[in-house]
């Protein structure tokens, strides 16, 4: 069997895909693959047919195309079939500065609408500026981002979170705090769970109700590992057990508005639960005992659970 093995190197670097992505795309079609095996490829060695397969499958290329034609010599957009996917959720840049340290990028609100546009064009990670904190670097897959707004106290504006590239969604951890980069929104710093097809991005702050984004929608996430406040935080309040487990009954697990909660609780007519009530009670506010009965008896949980145990 004729093989060209630098046509596996032209395809990879056409997508921007270092070769552990590569490797990790081939893992997902079932190879088991690993960055080796891709360094061996584009040396001296070959595939066998079963891998040849995922290959040209991945890269939506014609068998032939790949063994027999030098990619480099013919124009590479035209062998491609017209629904090559450009990989877009595993793409990383890593920079370095000029003694060739570890750097980590930091991408400002200014720049988030653009950030989901243009997160695969080394062009505009130029643009960026790079700052140097110990223990974190681009290369080991970390990213500093911006902050903008209220709704995940203690974070605030100009605060900074820093996250660690997770490059398969499937291994999102539910209910964990991401920077979530959307082809909509740019990124957003939130709390994510999953309902099927949808990713739910929860705030910290009640006044923020969640919302659900399409998986195809997501381009990338950032687990959040840190954070840097532009002055000391207040207080943080609203993050008791029991106020956590009351937003994610109502907005998650029961998809209920505040207002739709409060409607839903004062259908016995004995005593009135306002909305203000229970954002407090998000907020951190603890209820009175008759108020947390009726809550306790509505999402059928009991007391104990509600005050000590995490119900997600």
Not at 97 to 119: H, M, R, W
Not at 165 to 175: A, R, V, Y
Not at 272 to 297: C, H, N, T, W, Y
Request: proline share 4%; hydrophobic share 35%; charged share 30%.
């Amino acid at each position: 069997m004729t093989y060209n093995n630098n046509n596996l190197k032209l395809l990879r670097e056409h997508f921007n895909l270092t070769q552990n992505e590569l490797a990790e795309e081939f893992n997902k079609k079932g190879m088991k693959c690993n960055r080796s095996k891709i360094l061996n490829w584009e040396g001296k060695s070959s595939p066998n047919f079963s891998d040849l397969k995922i290959i040209v499958d991945f890269f939506k290329i014609s068998l032939d195309d790949f063994l027999y034609i030098n990619l480099e010599e013919k124009n590479l957009e035209n062998r491609l079939r017209k629904e090559a996917p450009k990989p877009q959720f595993d793409v990383h840049m890593a920079t370095v500065d000029q003694e060739g340290n570890d750097i980590v990028t930091l991408v400002p609100q200014k720049a988030s609408a653009g950030y989901a546009t243009n997160f695969t064009d080394p062009e505009f990670y130029k643009s960026l500026r790079k700052i140097d904190i110990p223990g974190f670097s681009d290369s080991k897959s970390h990213r500093a981002f911006e902050i903008k707004g209220d709704s995940m106290p203690p974070m605030k504006s100009k605060d900074i979170v820093i996250g660690e590239k997770c490059f398969d969604k499937e291994s999102i951890k539910l209910g964990e705090k991401y920077i979530v980069t959307t082809k909509a929104d740019g990124y957003v710093f939130k709390n994510v769970y999953r309902d099927g097809d949808y990713f739910i991005l929860e705030s910290e702050n009640s006044s923020y109700e969640p919302y659900e984004v399409h998986k195809d929608e997501v381009l990338e996430f950032w687990k959040y590992k840190t954070c840097i406040f532009s002055d000391f935080p207040e207080m943080e309040i609203g993050n008791t057990l029991f106020s956590r487990n009351l937003k994610y009954l109502r907005g998650i697990k029961y998809k209920l508005s505040l207002k739709e909660f409060s409607e839903r609780l004062n259908q016995d007519g004995k005593g009135i639960i306002s909305v203000e009530d229970l954002r407090s009670f998000e907020m951190g506010v603890e209820p009175k005992q008759s108020i947390l009965i009726k809550i306790s008896d509505f999402f059928k949980v009991s007391i104990d659970q509600l005050l000590t145990q995490n119900v997600r």
